[in-house]
Each structure stands twice: as C-alpha cells, then as structure tokens.
C-alpha cells in the first residue's frame, strides 16, 4: 500500500481523535476510543454492565447471507478458553452511530495489541468509541481490558459502507491497544499464504447464543486477490474479527464477511503483510 494522505471527506467529523504522523503513518486512521465516554470511569464498568453485554448486537459486516443453524453441523465445537490458542482471544464489545455491538478479537504479536475486523471499528462516518476486550469471555465471565487506541487503513474508510466483497475483505482489520498487557500470550502473526487446513474462532450468535467462543475447523479454497476464502462456513455474526488460524496455531486472517464464490459459501479473510505489523507497531507506540 503506497503511502500517502489521509482521505479527507470522512475523518474531517472525527474531531482531531485522528492521529497521523510519518510517511507511513499515512497508511493509518487513528483514534482514541474511549478517550471521551469512559474518561471517568477508568474500568468501564458503569457503563459496560452484564446486561448491557447481553444486549449487545452482533456484528456483521451488512451482509444478506444467512449462517447455517447450528443443528447437525459437525465442523464447529466450542472450545476450552483455559488452553491456547483460545486464550488468546475473547469478546470485544463496543459503541457505534449509538449501537452497542459485540464480536471477536485477539491478541497477537505483541502482549498489549488485538487484531479484530474494521467494520466493527469503522463503518462510513461512523468510528467505535467505548472499546473494552475481555479475553476467554464465557457467559457474561472475564477480564475487562480497556482500550485506548484503535486504528484501521485509510483506504478501509471510503469502502466500509460497501456490500461485502472479497476486495473489500482485503483491507479488513483493525488494531487496537489495551492498557494492561496479556497473562495468557499471544499469536503470532504469519504472512505465509501457503496453508490450506485451517480453523476460525470467534463468538458466533448462531452458537451458544454467542455466549461462548466456538472453533470452526475449514479449508482455504482460494486466494482472490489480498483476500482469503475458505469453506465450510457455519459462523453467524458475532465472529467479526475472529482469528484465522493454520495448523501451527500461527494467525494467519481474521474472520471478515460470507460471500457466494460460485456455488459454495465462502468466509472470506485478510491475508496479512507488512503494513498489518506496520499498524500493529503503529498502534502500540501509541499511533506514533
């Protein structure tokens, strides 16, 4: 990705959250997510109550195709959030144009920095404020972590309002800082393309009401361009942002939309590069 200015139109209503400096900083939009509604309330916990958690939308990128219900599927299991790489990822809930949603993230490469799908960030003119994670969430049980900067590519912004596209997927993830460091590790990130096995976890709707994470073990299909598609896909929405991961436990994608690829419904996913460890390294000095 070259980089270059921020486009104009859309960060213009951010107010100065956004923070850009440095030629490759460009490739960036940041902001400060809880800068405003949690400055008093350091933990959050005023406002991100149990009940609100259980209230929360699932995320979905604007998508018509519909998740199987989980009924006689035999391809995705829930999980044991106490071993890795489970442990790795949680719950992220958040505010958005006034909605609280939920979906997936996890930590990766670093011990303070999550990976998660920027259409739960960033959608049109609308950015996520009030982020919290809790990793290993289970009904309602966890650990709030605060986070206190996000940032999601600059080119995301003009097509984030758009239908799901595996194009449109490429560009499909976001960063986002915690204030207090893991105390169950980490991912680490591959950029190696060449797996073909490979399993999604996230918190799914259509399983366990989204409540718990669940795994879905699939297979990649094809990449199209800077983008993943595998099959089968049995996730509802929910699992936004959930890692991709190969054999290895490497993180290799994060779970983004459902598209048709021909007949067969596909999950599409990021491949990740350089510029995903640039926003990673971004993000966690603070978007410096």
């Excluded at 309330?41 to 939308?57: F, H, L, N, P, S």
């Excluded at 399993?199 to 989204?210: E, T």
Aim: aromatic fraction near 10%.
């Amino acid at each position: 990705m070259a980089s270059r200015s921020i486009v104009s139109g859309s960060l213009a209503l951010l107010s100065g959250l956004i923070s850009c400096s440095g030629a490759d900083a460009a490739d960036f939009a940041c902001w400060q997510p809880n800068k405003t509604v949690l400055a008093a309330d350091e933990a959050g916990e005023g406002y991100w109550t149990k009940e609100r958690r259980d209230r929360a939308v699932s995320e979905n990128d604007g998508g018509n195709v519909t998740a199987p219900k989980p009924e006689g599927l035999a391809a995705t299991a829930r999980v044991d959030v106490t071993q890795p790489p489970y442990e790795y990822g949680g719950k992220l809930f958040y505010t958005r144009d006034g909605v609280d949603y939920t979906a997936s993230a996890q930590f990766v490469s670093e011990d303070n920095v999550l990976l998660a799908a920027a259409h739960s960030m960033w959608r049109g003119d609308k950015h996520a404020v009030n982020v919290v994670f809790y990793p290993a969430y289970e009904d309602g049980a966890g650990t709030r972590f605060i986070v206190d900067q996000a940032a999601v590519l600059t080119d995301w912004i003009p097509v984030s309002p758009n239908p799901p596209s595996a194009e449109k997927s490429a560009l499909d993830y976001a960063a986002l800082r915690t204030t207090a460091n893991s105390d169950a590790g980490k991912f680490v990130l591959s950029q190696d393309g060449s797996f073909t096995a490979v399993s999604m976890m996230g918190y799914p709707g259509n399983f366990g009401d989204g409540k718990y994470m669940y795994k879905q073990d699939s297979t990649k299909l094809a990449q199209v361009g800077g983008t993943y598609l595998a099959a089968p896909t049995e996730f509802g929405t929910g699992a936004s942002g959930g890692a991709w991961f190969a054999p290895d436990n490497s993180l290799v994608s994060v779970v983004s939309a459902q598209i048709m690829q021909g007949k067969t419904l596909a999950m599409t996913g990021p491949a990740l590069t350089a510029t995903t460890e640039a926003m990673i390294a971004f993000v966690k000095g603070g978007c410096n």
